[in-house]
């Protein structure tokens, strides 16, 4: 099936994202990234898919154009009708809605905050990875007032 490359490249716009924080995330290259939203590549790994799906909290399906006429299609010329493949793509399915979900859960305040950290330089997030490492080791001592 054929990824829909119109769509990857719109749902990483649509969240602030470059081609390489993409790549990052997904444990490929920038160009690899780049050539998946030109459509010179266009059959992704189950594993880059599921990232993507991940990512950006969407079904695997809709990753694909024309999706579910093609999973319909190749699963009755492969003669597979065995519920552990059907089983296989909902576990996946539920997989990327349970993400989605705990993403949702954050309030606005939290969502702004992930969106500025995205949109900062490296020079602002070591700033603020090395804040809240410190954050966390001076939450982690104890308390002088506390008897031994």
């Known amino acids: 099936m054929k990824i829909n ?9 649509q969240n602030g994202l470059t081609q390489n924080d993409v790549a990052v995330r997904l444990g ?6 780049s050539r998946y939203e030109s459509g010179q590549i266009f059959k992704v790994s189950p594993k880059v898919l ?11 399906n809709s990753l694909y154009e024309n999706a ?19 089983g296989f ?6 997989q990327a809605q349970k993400e989605a979900f705990e993403m949702n859960d954050l309030s606005a305040r939290e969502k702004e905050v992930i969106q500025k950290y995205r949109e900062a330089d490296d020079k602002i997030k ?15 001592l104890p308390d002088p007032n506390d008897e031994v």
Not at 28 to 33: C, K, M
């Open 5 to 13: 490359t119109e769509a990857i490249k719109q749902l990483r716009i």
């Open 28 to 33: 490929v290259s920038e160009a690899t990234v």
């Open 68 to 86: 579910e006429t093609e999973w319909v299609n190749a699963l009755e010329a492969a003669g597979m009708h065995d519920p552990r493949v059907a």
């Open 126 to 140: 070591n700033i603020v990875d090395t804040a809240l490492g410190v954050a966390v080791y001076i939450d982690e």
């Open 50 to 60: 599921l990232g993507y799906s991940k990512l950006f909290h969407v079904s695997i």
């Open 89 to 94: 793509i909902e576990y996946l399915e539920e």
